[in-house]
Antibody, heavy 127, light 111 residues
Framework: QVQLQESGPGLVKPSETLSVTCTISGALLTDYYWNWIRQAPGKGLEWIGY???????YYNPSFKGRVSMSIDTSRSQVSLKMISVTAADTAVYYCARQEVEVRVAVSGTTPGQLDLWGHGTLVTVSS | VVLTQTPLSLPVTPGEPASIFCRSSHSLLDPDDGNTYLDWYLQKPGQSPQVLIY???HRASGVPDRISASGSGTDFTLKISRVEAEDVGVYYCMQRKKFPCTFGQGTRVEV
């Protein structure tokens, strides 16, 4: 049974760096995109970005270069770092596995459905 | 790409049908492969989201066939033919035609 488990600091001070990790069990990290999505308290979902097992990434430009992701296949972990945090970054941070979808007509692939999500970790930004 | 869901709140009656709508600011139809990259997710109370529908109308594994979805390039509908108590939660549409992926605001379904 595949499981994703996020872990984080719980509390981060404004202007500091937020670091959260997702540990994957029961599956290899290859052949999937690994996404980070967040949800501010009482709000909707916001996509942060993804990392491919090769280390290639795509970050949401709305984060203005504050975000970076890494992957450690030997430890089955993906990590998210966000610098210069403010109270607006207070949220539950989810990691989610994304399948590779085959584009038959063009003999290509594209990131597919987010088929497996962790339970999320709440990070509060406060002094 | 901006996704606008309606309604934002939907009271439902068990056994009755229900529909949720999602409108996109841009077409989500890929002219090269003919696919429409719009997914639907359900976040049940106290849980993380789960995929219901991917690529416009494909039901995800384990999703009952009373849940279906359809649409054009910019207008999409999620239908529940007979609402059950387990269907309560917040439904989100999400597009991945043009990155960054974006979500609709969510539709809260409650009995």
């Amino acid at each position: 049974q595949v499981q994703l488990q996020e872990s984080g600091p719980g509390l981060v001070k404004p202007s500091e760096t937020l670091s959260v990790t997702c540990t994957i069990s029961g599956a290899l990290l290859t052949d999937y995109y690994w996404n980070w999505i967040r949800q501010a308290p009482g709000k909707g979902l916001e996509w942060i970005g993804y990392i491919w097992h090769s280390g290639n990434t795509y970050y949401n430009p709305s984060f203005k270069g504050r975000v970076s992701m890494s992957i450690d296949t030997s430890r089955s972990q993906v990590s998210l770092k966000m610098i210069s945090v403010t109270a607006a970054d207070t949220a539950v941070y989810y990691c989610a596995r994304q399948e590779v979808e085959v584009r038959v007509a063009v003999s290509g692939t594209t990131p597919g459905q987010l088929d497996l999500w962790g339970h999320g970790t709440l990070v509060t930004v406060s002094s | 790409v901006v996704l606008t869901q309606t309604p934002l709140s939907l009271p439902v009656t068990p056994g009755e049908p229900a529909s949720i709508f999602c409108r996109s600011s841009h077409s989500l139809l890929d002219p090269d492969d003919g696919n429409t990259y719009l997914d639907w997710y359900l976040q049940k109370p106290g849980q993380s989201p789960q995929v219901l529908i991917y690529t416009l109308s494909h039901r995800a594994s384990g999703v009952p066939d009373r849940i279906s979805a359809s649409g054009s390039g910019t207008d999409f509908t999620l239908k529940i033919s007979r609402v059950e108590a387990e269907d309560v939660g917040v439904y989100y549409c999400m597009q991945r035609k043009k990155f960054p992926c974006t979500f609709g605001q969510g539709t809260r379904v409650e009995v």
